[in-house]
């Protein structure tokens, strides 16, 4: 008889248990490919941070009394222009660097209604668009 029990331990001998081991190790291996996702997030973000973009903004159509309201960048601090249109066609531009999302441009038509599109379009390309008809009816080009 052989004194020796299953996977060749000595009887009466601990097995040793390897599972802690292997847990330690894979939670190990997540934490480390985590830290290396966020510094190379951390990474993009810095970099978008310091890149100079041109917002244009557009408006046409056929609306006499419009309002636009638009976010502008000065020296890094957001704000918001509003003007009063009495003719269209008519274009805005600014510039900023960084990052940025979520800007909103909005025309609004006054009491004697018209039809209106807007249009932003961002260096990179993104472009939105939206129209609008009647009296107090707004168009928003959102999300750029």
Excluded at 72 to 81: H, N, Q, V, Y
Excluded at 99 to 126: I, K, P, Q
Aim: hydrophobic letters at 40%; proline letters at 5%.
């Amino acid at each position: 008889m052989s004194d020796q029990g299953p996977g060749g331990i000595p009887e009466g001998m601990p097995r040793r248990r390897r599972w802690p081991w292997v847990l330690f190790v894979s939670v190990l291996a997540l934490a480390g490919a985590g830290a290396v996702a966020v510094e190379v997030a951390a990474g993009e973000l810095s970099r978008e941070g310091t890149r100079p973009l041109r917002i244009t903004y557009e408006v046409t159509g056929t609306a006499k009394d419009v309002t636009v309201t638009y976010p502008t960048w000065r020296d890094g601090d957001l704000s918001t222009a509003r003007l009063t249109l009495r003719t269209l066609p008519w274009a805005g531009e600014t510039r900023t660097r960084g990052f940025m999302s979520g800007g909103s441009f909005a025309v609004t038509l006054g009491a004697t209604g018209g039809e209106v599109a807007c249009a932003v379009t961002v260096d990179n390309g993104t472009v939105r668009t939206a129209t609008a008809s009647g009296a107090f009816a707004t168009a928003t080009c959102g999300g750029f």
